[in-house]
C-alpha cells in the first residue's frame, strides 16, 4: 500500500517539543517570554535586518507594515494581482485601494514597467511579493520609489531564504513581512513577522501591536492599537524552526534540482530564475499547456495518493476587487500552474514516485493524439 504525500508537510523533529514543553512548565505560554524575544533577535540576524518584530501572522504583518507607514484612505498601493490574497486585503484593510500589475511571464514577478506606468498623485507605496520564493525586481523597484518618493514594501511570506545579489530579501524596503503558516518554509503554527532597518518603523509596529500602550505607563494607550501579538509557545516553535532552516533551504534546493532535472524533457514550463536571483523554491511549481491538461494532471496525481495545488487565482478577478481588469499574464499562468510536493522531508523515494507518476500521464496523453 502506497503511503499518501501531501503537498506540504512542516518538520518539526528538532527542539520545537522540547522548547513548547518548557513554555507549559514555566507557564510562560502567552506573549511573554524569553523565546519571543530570541526567535525576533534570531530571526533579524538569520535575515540581515536591523529589527525583526514577532506578530500573529503573515497578514496583520502587512496590515501593521502598512500602518506603520501612515498608508490609508485615499492612497494607492501598487502590487502584483498574482499573489494569495492576504497580500491585498491588508491594503484594504488600512482603507488604501490596490492598483494591480500584472507579471513578467518567466520570473512570475511583478512588472515593474508596469508598475512604472500606474504611479499618480495618489499612490504611496509599492508592495512587491516574492512569488514561490523568487526575488522581484528589487533593484527596479528602489529607483522608481526613490524617483517617486513612495514607500517601498516587501512581502516575502513566500521568501524565507530568498537573496537578490547576495543579499537577503527584507533589506531592499522601508519594511518586509514573513508568515509562518504551517506550509512556510519556517513555521510557527501561525505567525508572521515584520522587519525593518528604521528603529522608528520598528517602535511603531511593536506600539500598533501591544493595543497602542505607552512606554513606561501602566494601562494607557494613547492610539487605538491591535492584539497582533505571537505567543511565546509560537516562538519556541519559530527558534527550533530557526535552528534548521539552513537544512530547510539545502533541502529544498535539492527538491527542485530534482524536478528540474527529471521533467526537463517534458511538454512542462518552470519559474525561469532570473539574473541575480537565488530562489529558495517555497512551492516547486509547473505550467502544463492547458487548463484541462492541468486539472487532468491533478487528478492522475490524487489518484495515485499525491496531494498538489493549483497556483494562486489572481485576486483582480474575485469578486470583491473585480475591476473588470485584464491582466493576461497572470491569468494565463494561474489557470496551467500546479505545486508539487515540495517539503523538505520528501526522501528520493517519494520524489521518484511523483516523478514517475507525471511521466506515466503525459506518456498515456501523447498516445491519445
Ligand atoms: C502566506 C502568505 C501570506 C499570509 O500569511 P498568513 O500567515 O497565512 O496570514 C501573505 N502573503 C503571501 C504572499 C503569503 O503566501
Not at 484612505?73 to 490596490?98: K, L
Not at 533541502?251 to 530534482?258: D, P, V
Not at 495518493?305 to 491569468?331: A, K
Amino acid at each position: 500500500m502506497k503511503s499518501f504525500i501531501p503537498v506540504y508537510q512542516p518538520d518539526l523533529s528538532g527542539n520545537e517539543k522540547a522548547y513548547v514543553n518548557e513554555c507549559i512548565d514555566t507557564t510562560w505560554i502567552s506573549s511573554k517570554g524569553r523565546f519571543v524575544t530570541e526567535f525576533e533577535q534570531q530571526f533579524a540576524k538569520s535575515t540581515d535586518v536591523s529589527f525583526a518584530v514577532s506578530v500573529s501572522n503573515g497578514t496583520v504583518a502587512l496590515h501593521l507594515a502598512l500602518l506603520a507607514l501612515g498608508v490609508g484612505p485615499g492612497d494607492e498601493v501598487i502590487v502584483p494581482s498574482f499573489t494569495y490574497v492576504a497580500s491585498i486585503n491588508a491594503i484594504h484593510y488600512v482603507g488604501a485601494m490596490p492598483v494591480f500589475v500584472d507579471i513578467e511571464a518567466e520570473s512570475w514577478q511583478m512588472d515593474c514597467k508596469q508598475v512604472e506606468r500606474c504611479i499618480t498623485t495618489k499612490t504611496k507605496a509599492i508592495m512587491a511579493v516574492h512569488l514561490y520564493g523568487h526575488p522581484c525586481d528589487m533593484v527596479i523597484l528602489q529607483q522608481l520609489a526613490r524617483q517617486h518618493k513612495l514607500y517601498l514594501l516587501e512581502d516575502c511570506a513566500e521568501a524565507f531564504g530568498t537573496k537578490l545579489y547576495g543579499m537577503h530579501v527584507g533589506n531592499f524596503s522601508d519594511v518586509a513581512t514573513y508568515s509562518f503558516f504551517g506550509n512556510k518554509t519556517i513555521t510557527t503554527g501561525e505567525g508572521g513577522m515584520v522587519v525593518t532597518q528604521n528603529v522608528e518603523l520598528d517602535s511603531e509596529v511593536r506600539h500598533l501591536k501591544g493595543q497602542g500602550l505607552k512606554a513606561g505607563r501602566e494601562y494607557w494607550h494613547d492610539i487605538v492599537g491591535y492584539n497582533y501579538r505571537m505567543t511565546n509557545i509560537c516562538a519556541a516553535i519559530g527558534l527550533a524552526q530557526l535552528e534548521r532552516a539552513e537544512g530547510f533551504l539545502k533541502c529544498k534546493q535539492n527538491i527542485a534540482q530534482y524536478y528540474l532535472r527529471q521533467l526537463a524533457d517534458l511538454p512542462l514550463t518552470m519559474q525561469v530564475i532570473q539574473q541575480g536571483a537565488w530562489h529558495s523554491w517555497w512551492m516547486f511549481s509547473i505550467l502544463t499547456d492547458t487548463t484541462v491538461q492541468r486539472d487532468a494532471l491533478r487528478k492522475h496525481l490524487l489518484d495515485a495518493g499525491i496531494e498538489t495545488r493549483p497556483l494562486f487565482n489572481p485576486v483582480h478577478l474575485m469578486p470583491m476587487y473585480n475591476q473588470e481588469q485584464i491582466l493576461p499574464i497572470s491569468e494565463n499562468i494561474a489557470s496551467r500552474g500546479v505545486n508539487l510536493p515540495s517539503w523538505p522531508g520528501l526522501t528520493i523515494e517519494q520524489l521518484q514516485r511523483i516523478v514517475a507518476e507525471v511521466r506515466v500521464f503525459f506518456k498515456r496523453e501523447y498516445s491519445k493524439l
